[in-house]
């Protein structure tokens, strides 16, 4: 394995790692969530599973409806794919089960702090991810898509879907008395979620595309 894959492969799972982390540090914060992360909390307290397993199960929705759209053959990228969105729930159990159990936030503006460090670890993260390429999110990747087809810009496709997963969230939560999840941070994660995570992906497609690529070792020095 060349060095450059080498390079790609050590950031592009420094940068899992972290995403999954910001998203734990979100949920975490409580104070509302993003408004995907507000389905699978809503769906865990409605069907008593952990939020992580949620993820999974509707990441693999969005991964179906991604290769439908791609009109491709399956490939060994795919199976890198489907390794990593089931490892992205596994990563967000881990983190808010058990790493991040014991911890606690009292104060609310310290929370509200939290739920931001949390949006915007997981915005620099995912911009890395996907501008590198080895692991595509399964629900970005499939906004990069509709965007590339029908010439729209990414920020507004994904906003998009944030519309109808706060729908949805409202739905499920009037039906089943499940507790409101679409508070202050979901506002917050509307308005600044796209707009980051669009800056981040395109400054890493500048920087991490280029034929000069930085090296594992520079992010320690």
Known sequence: MSRKKINDLAITIISFLFFGFGISLQ?????????????????SYTIQLKVGTILNG???????????????????????????????????????YHLLSNFTVESYFYRMIL?????IIASISLGAVLAIGIVKF???SMCLIISDAYK???????????????????????FSHAPLQIREGTVISILLLAPLLGICLDFFKKHLTMEEKIHVSDLFT
């Open 115 to 119: 739920y931001l460090i949390g949006i």
């Open 138 to 140: 399964p629900l970005e």
């Open 58 to 96: 509707i990441n693999t929705l969005f991964f179906l409806s991604y290769l439908l759209l791609r009109r491709s053959r399956l490939n060994y990228k795919d199976a890198i794919q489907i390794i990593a969105t089931i490892a992205n729930g596994y990563i967000i159990n881990l983190f808010l």
């Open 152 to 174: 729209k810009k990414f920020t507004a496709v994904r906003m998009s879907f944030d519309v109808i997963f706060l729908i949805l969230t409202l739905c499920l939560t009037l």
């Open 27 to 43: 949920l975490k914060a409580a104070i509302g969530q993003s408004v995907l992360n507000a389905l699978a909390v809503t769906l």
